[in-house]
């Protein structure tokens, strides 16, 4: 961790411009930035550093999602943004466990964030259905699933790792993954 | 292995509808992913528009790969957030922003202004208590010991009975004198006992007779722990005193026992009498008797006697808010103290009497005897 980078607060605007290029550098010092605020207030809130972390990582990603839908408007600083989805998800899950805290301790202000937290939820369902959907799969669908849909692998590439003969039968078999996949994702 | 297992999988599926559906879901993929041709592309195109049930599946398709590729994204995301936070320091981190652990320190942090002034009023109102009572004033010498200690809490708690004479409405010659008290002649040569608080930051002392003559004096030894000081008179004017009719009780007195002090509480001798009320001083001071005997502020350092007129102690307090109760040291430590002196930086031998003529007199003649050697001390 570089004392620059930390000491250094990048522009709202860069980050917005990061995320929408997959930037891993942007990711990196809006991580180092916004972080240690997140952790103060967890630990400062009955938590410890890895629901710090989660509860963090989570913010990211309402970030990225929010972002990367095209929808987002900077109608709050970043940090604001941040800190509120941590503090709700943080609150939330303080809540689930009847873990209630009586004096919240703040350390930013903060803003309303329940109609980003209902898409993150939805999404967060969703995420998780797929995960069961693909676990469920078996091999080597899942694999090709990941191979061609997520990490966008041609079907050449596939071929030659599963050693099919012919591209056709790859196709098949990916055809065939494919409806399982369906089958067990829209079921659930 | 693709071959058995391919034909277990799919040989329960029509095989002819399942060509086409491969047909088009590789077309699918490949409209999703940017790879169809020019012509190709069109004709994609137009289908969707004519045929809806086309359009659905290619809805649903992609509906199905955008969820994969969310689930991918996200993914990533948390990896590359994860290697992130493995590159953080998260100890050092976590001592900067950590509440303290404890549930004290976390009050100490909201109260600890509260407590900042509430300290700093006690503090105030202690040492400005002590400053006005004069407790600062009272220099503590480095070598304390616990017995200097308890004469001193008698000292605070006590009135010195040091005369202040500019209160006083001066008869006869005026005074300059800032603060009085009493002293009495260890020898006839011209050594004078009286306590150390009469004498305590004198810039000169004189000595006064009960004639009114007055002797420059200097102090050539003082002993804080029992509130003594010896004076030498210096004054080219003092003539060598007869024999002192007194001796020094080596012994400690009765409870009990009638004793009288002569003292200078104004510019006149003042006769006191009364009696021995405790062994020990103020709090078990052990250096004291208490007595109980009227004696006012300038009766310091003035002798008490017993009836056969010994010197058994030297005034030097009494009891604030008490009635009856005065303070003497014991002749046994104004003894010491002599003895303590070094007899080489003397000028003169500083010789006790052993002989006592007092023994058998009437009061009367037991003052008569005594008031020459009673001196008013008086402190610039």
Known sequence: MKKEVK??????SEIILGILNDSKEILNRLYVTYFPVILQFVLNNNGNEDDAKDVFQESVIVLYNKVKSGN???NSKLKTFIYSVCRRLWLKRL???????????????????????????????????????LSQLGEPCKTIIEDYYMQNKSMQEICEKFGYTNSDNAKTQKYKCLQRLKKLFFQS | MPAA???????????KMMKSDIELT??????????LTESE????????????????????????VNHLSDYANRLKLTSEMNVIHESLDIFALKNEVAPDAHIVKRLWKKYRINTAIAASVALIAV???????????????TNVSLLRREINSIKKSQNALIKNINDKPSKGPVNPGQFGGTGFALSSNGYVVTNYHVVQGADSVYVQNSNGEAFKAKMIYIDPAYDLAVLQITDPAFKDLDLLPYSFKKSASDVGEDVFTIGFPRDDQVYGKGYVSSKNGYAGDTVAYQVSIPVNPGNSGGPLLDNRGNVIGIINGKQTMVDGAAFAIKSTYILKSIEAIPQDSLDEKLILTKRNTLSGLSRKDQFKKLEPFIYMVKVY
Do not use: C
């Open chain 1, 7 to 12: 000491s250094s607060v990048p522009a709202d």
């Open chain 1, 72 to 74: 987002f408007e900077l």
């Open chain 1, 95 to 133: 809540n689930a466990q009847s873990r209630t805290i009586r004096n919240i301790e703040d350390y930013s202000e903060f803003i309303p964030v329940e109609d980003d937290l209902e898409r993150h939820e939805e999404k967060d369902r969703q995420f998780e259905v797929m995960e069961l959907a």
């Open chain 2, 5 to 15: 297992t391919e034909k277990t999988f799919f040989s329960v599926l029509n095989k």
């Open chain 2, 26 to 35: 590789n077309q699918i993929d490949a409209y999703l992913r940017g790879e």
């Open chain 2, 41 to 64: 592309l069109i004709d994609f195109e137009n289908q969707r528009i004519k045929d809806p049930a086309f359009d659905i599946k290619i809805v649903e398709h992609q509906n199905l």
């Open chain 2, 127 to 141: 040492s400005g208590t002590l400053l006005s009572t004069g407790f600062f004033s009272k220099s503590i010498s």
